[in-house]
DNA sequence: CTTGGAAAGTCAACAAGGCTGACGTAAATT
DNA sequence: AATTTACGTCAGCCTTGTTGACTTTCCAAG
């Protein structure tokens, strides 16, 4: 079960393998998940505002159509959970001044505590896995999501990745 | 950006670094759900039966409490999704025989043509992956997720490993 | 043999977070 | 001036999760 390169190039693709990468995705994705969402549990926040959250943190000044396109959601959705934000004063949204139809997005001071908080347990979990998996296994990680990724996703995905 | 191992074992630790793993787990994540969800779109199902149906094809004979902790939903959320399968004639309940309260659930003939549907598109995105990223990548891809699942998933995920 | 508790199933009610469709407004573009 | 774009919003629906209460079935211990 060595999983070595070069010549067993056919044993590592067997169904049972591929099976097994499948539901190590499924069981690793709950474990991500799971500390925002117990520290989101009790406020009025779910996993939506969650994402919401950190993509504004990650591209500060974002518009409204460039977190549509990111998160995949209809805008109905997204507002749904903005709307909260802001009204609770953790999303400041502001009207462009090259297009005034846009609308940037900041986090407040208070919106950066909260991300603060939910990113700080989430890396911890992260920050955990790739120390027990080692560098290699972290650049393989990353290797196989990306290729796994749909090339939209990709794109913002590197586009991301970049500007960080 | 060699990711090497050794003496840079505080560079790829970065919160940086952390937050493009954190968000490389957000977008693969789409992409992996995505085909499935397609093929269900359209039939009375959802991602939640795909679940019960990859699960019950996995461990045939397997119990409903055992795929309630696997799945880590409630008996009711469960057992709305396992009815449907069972009218529609995707899944067999059978009274178990040693003790007759446990159910033990199989794959008809119908539901392993779903999930053979199923998982040929979800496997052949992870067999692309695979491929594309290296037999190396893949056993780090398949170290980091296993050290970022909670214990009692990893239990889960490891006998299931065995048993496949 | 009775009884306590576990396993399973079911009903009802609710919430989060997706979706579609329709509509309105302001601003940019043509 | 007309059209398109970006955004917001209302209404209604679906899936999938939740709690709580209750019943039936059955094993096992007293």
Chains 1, 2 share one sequence.
């Not at 943190?57 to 507002?79: A, D, E, F, M």
Request: proline share 3%.
């Amino acid at each position: 079960m060595a999983d070595a390169p070069g010549g067993e190039g056919l044993l590592f693709l067997t169904d049972e393998q591929v099976r097994k990468g499948i539901e190590a995705m499924f069981f690793a994705y709950r474990g991500f998940t799971a500390d925002p969402d117990r520290i989101l549990d009790g406020m009025n926040y779910g996993r939506a505002h969650h994402r919401a959250i950190h993509f504004v943190h990650r591209s500060p000044g974002t518009t409204v159509s460039n977190l549509l396109s990111i998160l995949g959601v209809t805008k109905q959705s997204l507002n749904r959970v903005l709307r909260s934000l802001i009204e609770d004063g953790l999303v400041r949204s502001e009207k462009g001044k090259a297009d005034a139809r846009e609308r940037h997005l900041y986090l407040t001071e208070k919106g950066q505590m909260l991300e603060r908080e939910l990113s700080d347990a989430q890396r911890a979990r992260m920050r955990a896995a790739y120390r027990a998996a080692g560098p290699v296994a972290v650049t393989g990680f990353r290797q196989v999501l990306e290729a796994m990724m749909d090339p939209d996703m990709r794109r913002h995905y590197t586009r991301l990745k970049e500007g960080g």
